[in-house]
């Protein structure tokens, strides 16, 4: 996705020679077209998700009836950026090198978030000749869970072999962190909550 995309140029010969190089903006700033093309790298982004419901009543006897219910959302993410190394050139001289970035990179990223809830309540209804009452008791529950990690490396020998183990320098991990977040409730209206969050060492 690019950024700042108000301050891109319009006239393509400030971008990209006819000779296909790249150029710098004026004033040797990044090319951001450039970053993200395929000259730049690449950046994939696969996801899936898994969703389900369950209910289940009972009648414990013809005037309550028991339903639970359980459901759940999980998604999970994998991220590959690959940077390759980019040089740019002078805007009035293309035989000038305005900048070039040191190291190829690779970054591997994963998030993983589950969403759940499940409710137990009771249903007590009763008709008493032309009336009728209805108690509703119970209580319901829900939780979120994200966890985020990744890994980093850099100085590749080739740009065709997209693998933590292909880089030269020591992988970096990021990262490891995990956000927790309940919340408790009863009818008639008892709540409370609980958020966690912590770092999961390396």
């Given at each position: 996705?690019?950024?700042?995309?108000?301050?891109?140029?319009?006239?393509?010969?400030?971008?990209?020679?006819?000779?296909?190089?790249?150029?710098?903006?004026?004033?040797?700033?990044?090319?951001?077209?450039?970053?993200?093309?395929?000259?730049?790298?690449?950046?994939?982004?696969?996801?899936?998700?898994?969703?389900?419901?369950?209910?289940l009543d009972y009648n414990i006897i013809p005037e309550?009836?028991?339903?639970?219910s359980y459901g759940m959302v999980r998604n999970q993410?994998?991220?590959?950026?690959?940077?390759?190394?980019?040089?740019?050139?002078?805007?009035?001289?293309?035989?000038?090198?305005?900048?070039?970035?040191?190291?190829?990179?690779?970054?591997?990223?994963?998030?993983?978030?589950?969403?759940?809830?499940?409710?137990?309540?009771?249903?007590?209804?009763?008709?008493?000749?032309?009336?009728?009452?209805?108690?509703?008791?119970?209580?319901?529950?829900?939780?979120?869970?994200?966890?985020?990690?990744?890994?980093?490396?850099?100085?590749?020998?080739?740009?065709?072999?997209?693998?933590v183990s292909a880089g030269t320098t020591d992988p970096?991990?990021?990262?490891?962190?995990?956000?927790?977040?309940?919340?408790?409730?009863?009818?008639?209206?008892?709540?409370?909550?609980?958020?966690?969050?912590?770092?999961?060492?390396?």
């Amino acid at each position: 996705m690019l950024s700042n995309v108000a301050s891109l140029p319009i006239d393509e010969s400030e971008v990209k020679t006819a000779d296909g190089r790249w150029l710098a903006r004026t004033g040797g700033s990044a090319n951001t077209i450039a970053r993200a093309s395929e000259d730049g790298g690449q950046t994939i982004i696969k996801g899936s998700r898994l969703a389900g419901n369950v209910v289940l009543d009972y009648n414990i006897i013809p005037e309550v009836k028991l339903t639970a219910s359980y459901g759940m959302v999980r998604n999970q993410n994998r991220l590959r950026d690959y940077a390759k190394i980019l040089t740019l050139y002078d805007q009035s001289d293309h035989d000038l090198v305005a900048g070039r970035n040191e190291f190829n990179t690779l970054k591997i990223g994963y998030v993983t978030d589950m969403q759940q809830n499940a409710n137990l309540l009771a249903n007590y209804s009763q008709k008493f000749n032309n009336h009728s009452i209805s108690v509703l008791a119970g209580f319901t529950a829900e939780w979120f869970d994200v966890m985020n990690d990744g890994i980093s490396t850099r100085n590749f020998l080739t740009d065709d072999i997209y693998s933590v183990s292909a880089g030269t320098t020591d992988p970096t991990f990021w990262g490891h962190q995990r956000n927790s977040f309940r919340l408790v409730s009863g009818l008639p209206g008892v709540q409370g909550f609980v958020q966690l969050q912590r770092q999961i060492p390396a």
